[in-house]
């Protein structure tokens, strides 16, 4: 009785242990993401004070992007030969250090301050690449009473906040003290951080294995290589909403910065309690179908929120701001669709095709992926943004990215539809064969005997239960079209006899 007792007790500390460790991380990746959203509040006031232009502001944020792109793979890499411990810690003393640094460069002479600028925001860069990826390594590792879905909505959810609670800290402390106070605050945070990282997170370190695969080769893998295009396609298209979008709020409808600052918090506030919701779906198996679902209906937010130039039969050139901030809102549903499902679809076909579970060389390649992805297409999309919003106004540059969503939609509906065709697995299942036949079997004898009973029923009732049925068999077979595969070794013999 009493070792059942210290068992439990164990166990209990164990978990407690694991929250603390959780609560680290979530920390970390938030104040990693404000390092650089707390840039877009206080940053341009402050360098248009250093005599600095638009173009010299943007290869600023451009040099913090490129840096996350290109370390981004690298710090994959490490992860599982230095631990992710050592490298989040490398990251959250670059990052911190840089951070007080930049926040320093104010006082240098304005010929020197954009160079300083430059240098400081490029190896934040690297050390938030460096901070970002080994978070979710930690996070996947070190807590293990959580499934893997749930702590990929908890991470991202920390990810949503930093997007919403940087530019605020930054406006904040920047209107307090300036510049110099906003980013020292930060970087200091983040140098704190570090130590209860050392002492609260566990360290995790890689099995030896003669049979792991290289790295390397899961860009190899059939689909992995589409869904890093997803994710760069899909921030392409966030960057290129989101940074102009105050702009045209500003000269469509004359909103001021306050207002549309409150915009932006709302917005991202909904993004956060989104999170939760979508680590849920994905952990019923709903992966590439979320996918598919939630980038049609950002392919028609698209064309509302301008509205489009396709859609002038209805609205006749005429804007309307509770269309476009509704629309705005319901991004935040289809925005779920970017990272967090290729992400563990990645996870998915890298264990199909070889790779060792729950591995810390797995969760560090796929990581560095996505944040590649990532700091690819926010360095497109502005860049590209910018010209074509000059020249053909942001409602019109919005049916161009509806476009290429649509390319991106029938792609991957291509890419599933051949991978059912050769048979090839998604994902590990634990159904086999035949149950996944006894199901079918069993939803037809159900639709058959709720169409009988249907039959003999009259009114709206009856109506109703029709339109449901339906609706569930539609969404069943969605589900096994696009979600579910059946691995080789989950194959077995059985009698494919209808049951009588």
């Known amino acids: 009785m009493d070792d059942l007792e210290d068992t439990e007790t164990l166990k209990e500390r164990s978990k407690i242990k694991q929250i603390l460790s959780l609560i680290v991380l979530c920390a970390v990746q938030f104040f990693a993401i404000s390092s650089e959203s707390a840039m877009y509040s206080c940053f341009p006031p402050a360098a248009f004070l250093k005599d600095m232009n638009n173009v010299q502001i943007g290869l600023v944020f451009s040099s913090y992007e490129l840096a996350r792109l290109l370390a981004s793979p690298v710090a994959g890499l490490l992860v599982a030969r230095i631990t992710p411990k050592k490298i989040g810690l490398c990251g959250l003393l670059i990052t911190g250090a840089m951070c007080i640094a930049f926040s320093l460069a104010y006082y240098a002479s304005n010929s020197y301050y954009f160079l300083l600028c430059m240098v400081t925001r490029f190896l934040a860069g690297i050390g938030a690449a460096f901070t970002t990826v080994s978070v979710m390594t930690l996070a996947m590792k070190s807590v293990t009473f959580l499934r893997t879905t749930s702590i990929m909505g908890i991470v991202e959810a920390a990810v949503g906040a930093g997007h919403t609670g940087g530019p605020a800290i930054g406006g904040g402390l920047y209107e307090l003290s300036g510049l110099v106070a906003a980013f020292s605050t930060i970087g200091a945070a983040l140098i704190v951080l570090a130590v ?154 890298a264990v199909v095709n070889g790779y060792k579970e729950d591995s810390l060389e797995l969760y560090g390649m796929t990581s560095g992926l996505v944040n590649c992805g990532l700091g690819v297409g926010w360095i497109l999309g502005p860049g590209i943004g910018g010209k074509v919003v000059e020249e ?52 037809d004898s159900l639709h058959k005997t709720t169409a009988s009973d249907s039959s003999r029923n009259s009114g709206s009732n009856s109506g109703s239960r029709q339109v449901s049925n339906i609706a569930n068999q539609l969404i069943r077979r969605l589900h096994t079209l696009f979600d579910n595969s059946v691995t080789e070794t989950s194959v077995v013999t059985c009698n494919l006899q209808p049951k009588s």
Request: glycine share 6%.
């Open 392 to 443: 053909v106004g942001y409602g019109s540059s919005l049916t161009y990215l509806a476009f290429l969503q649509f390319t991106l939609i029938s792609i991957i509906i291509i890419y599933l539809l051949a991978m059912k065709f050769f048979n090839k697995p998604l994902r590990q299942t634990a159904d086999n064969l035949c149950q996944d036949y006894d199901s079918l079997l069993d939803n």
């Open 196 to 349: 209860f990282l050392v002492i609260l997170v566990p360290n995790v370190e890689a099995k030896k294995s003669t049979a792991e695969k290289s790295s390397f080769e899961l860009l190899k893998i059939p689909g992995v290589a589409l869904l890093l295009i997803t994710v760069i396609v899909c921030n392409l298209v966030i960057s290129w909403r989101t940074v102009f979008y105050s702009g045209f709020l500003y000269q469509t409808f004359g909103l001021g910065p306050g207002s549309v600052a409150l915009i932006f918090v709302a917005v991202s506030s909904f993004y956060v309690m989104l999170c939760p919701l979508t680590s849920y779906v994905l952990g019923k198996g709903y992966i590439f179908s979320m996918m598919l679902a939630l980038f049609t209906l950002n392919v028609v937010l698209l064309l509302f929120i301008g509205p489009s130039p396709l859609l002038d039969f209805i609205f006749h050139h005429k804007n309307y701001l509770p269309l476009t901030l509704t629309c705005h809102f319901m991004t935040m549903i289809s925005q779920q669709g970017a990272n967090i499902p290729p992400f563990k679809a990645m996870l998915d076909l």
